[in-house]
């Protein structure tokens, strides 16, 4: 298991979107038909869940800007 995978398995496992396999087929047509990476709307949420708990999420705007320059 990678860093990424464990990171995903923390943040995202308890959610739905992640947990269900029909939610997540759902999830990847969604992302086809709007051509955005299902890794960019992982890693945005696992951002946000990240910081969930901090009363100021210091520079979470630079990093969602890093993430969402990936869509071409």
């Known amino acids: 298991m990678s860093d990424?995978?464990?990171e995903e398995?923390?943040?995202l496992s308890d959610l739905p979107l992640?947990?269900?396999a029909?939610?997540?087929s759902v999830l990847e047509?969604?992302?086809i038909q709007h051509n955005v990476p299902v890794d960019v709307i992982t890693e945005l949420v696992m951002v946000q869940r990240e910081r969930?708990?901090?009363e100021r999420a210091h520079g979470i705007y630079?990093?969602?800007e890093e993430i969402?320059?990936?869509i071409e």
Do not use: I, M, N
Request: charged share 25%.
């Open 9 to 11: 398995s923390t943040y």
């Open 18 to 20: 992640w947990a269900d």
């Open 4 to 6: 990424t995978d464990f």
């Open 29 to 31: 047509k969604v992302c």
């Open 52 to 54: 969930q708990h901090q």
């Open 62 to 64: 630079l990093r969602f």
């Open 22 to 24: 029909e939610a997540q």
């Open 68 to 70: 969402l320059g990936r």
